[in-house]
């Protein structure tokens, strides 16, 4: 089975600037969640899809983040503009399971993409 | 809120030491779930273990074992004879409700040859 694809690995712009990061999870599954994970820290959920509605966006600054999931497989983070402050690793991951359905499967993690904002 | 506590930010052992790594969480929960993950250098969260609220049982998996205490709200991690490969940061999570993942700020174990 594949795992989840994430890309770019690195990306690196000035502050002000666009950016967009792409996340295709496994095959089949219905939840997506995008995360932000600064140095030193443990990942804080940004977004939560459903397929391709939003659950739960309570913690994104939607001031400067968007996320999409269009047809309910792949998904896009966008931050514009970006700040010093949103250097980090941004992590996606899916699961099998659907809404308030429990965890019996877990979440299975991409490799994430670092990014710097100089 | 309901948070998960990891109060060692690094650890570091020489290779074939025990260590363990303690993770305490708050919960107003009767039902909940707790995980271990593993964040090697590559960058990806691996899925260690789930442990659901009504299983107090300890789990052993070749060397890695968990103790899961109710009483003391604490679910901590034992490495037993380690290796450099254990070298990552770990970290304790448990999900408040539904379906969002709450992660401790990690536990940084260093194995040293």
């Known amino acids: 089975e594949a795992g989840v694809a994430q890309s770019p690995r690195y990306k690196i712009i000035e502050k002000r600037q666009s950016v967009a990061f792409w996340c295709n999870p496994i095959?089949?599954?219905?939840?997506l969640y995008w995360y932000q994970q600064i140095l030193g820290q443990g990942p804080k959920l940004l977004i939560q899809?459903?397929?391709?509605?939003?659950?739960?966006d309570s913690q994104l600054p939607k001031d400067r983040f968007s996320a999409e999931r269009l047809k309910g497989v792949d998904s896009t983070l966008k931050i514009q503009p970006a700040k010093l402050e949103d250097s980090a690793v941004y992590l996606c991951?899916?699961?099998?399971?659907?809404?308030?359905?429990?965890?019996?499967?877990?979440?299975?993690f991409g490799s994430g993409t670092r990014l710097t904002v100089v | 809120a309901q948070k998960v506590t990891q109060a060692q930010t690094e650890i570091s052992v020489v290779e074939k030491e025990d260590v363990t790594l303690d993770c305490v969480y708050e919960?107003?929960?009767?039902?909940?779930?707790l995980f271990w993950y593993k964040q090697p250098p590559s960058g990806e969260l691996v899925f260690l273990i789930r442990r659901n609220s009504f299983d107090e049982q300890n789990e052993i998996s070749g060397r890695y074992s968990w103790n899961f205490q109710k009483s003391t709200s604490s679910f901590n991690f034992t490495i037993t004879a380690s290796q450099v490969v254990d070298s990552a940061v770990y970290f304790c999570a448990r999900p408040p409700h539904n379906n969002d993942m709450r992660f401790g700020a990690g536990t940084r174990l260093t194995v040293k040859p």
């Open positions: 919960t107003r929960d009767t039902t909940y779930y």
């Open positions: 899809f459903q397929n391709n509605g939003v659950v739960d």
């Open positions: 991951a899916s699961s099998l399971e659907e809404y308030g359905q429990g965890f019996h499967y877990g979440y299975t």
């Open positions: 095959s089949g599954h219905a939840t």
